[in-house]
């Protein structure tokens, strides 16, 4: 039988806000998470072109640079927008409770 999936806290809200983006370990997936005009998002860390971690790239209004070859994914869908990167990244589910972001982790 499937686990359910359940909510995990991934930061806070605060630090958050201060950095934009987060790269952090949710329940032993690679996560980022990422901050854009008031609304808080998060997609799976890695990029899936280069293998590079998308918390070590460029943040610019609603996309990620990857560090590696500069191919960018739109970080509400995780979808790829700018070659080399065509495969999209998993998007994650997200919300906030008093200052803390939580992701939602389901296998």
């Given at each position: 039988m499937r686990e359910p999936g359940?909510?995990?806290r991934a930061t806070s809200l605060a630090e958050l806000l201060d950095?934009?983006?987060?790269?952090?370990?949710?329940?032993?997936?690679?996560?980022?998470?990422?901050?854009v005009d008031g609304e808080v998002f998060a997609t799976y860390d890695?990029?899936?072109?280069?293998?590079a971690r998308l918390s070590d790239g460029y943040l610019?209004?609603?996309?990620?640079?990857c560090p590696l070859h500069q191919g960018t994914f739109d970080?509400?869908?995780?979808q790829a927008v700018k070659a080399p990167c065509i495969e999209p990244v998993r998007p994650f589910q997200t919300k906030i409770?008093?200052?803390?972001?939580?992701v939602f982790i389901d296998d």
């Open positions: 359940k909510w995990v950095r934009q983006v987060i790269g952090v370990d949710v329940l032993g997936v690679p996560v980022v998470v990422y901050s890695i990029c899936s072109h280069g293998k610019e209004g609603r996309e990620i640079e970080v509400c869908t995780g409770e008093h200052d803390d972001v939580l």
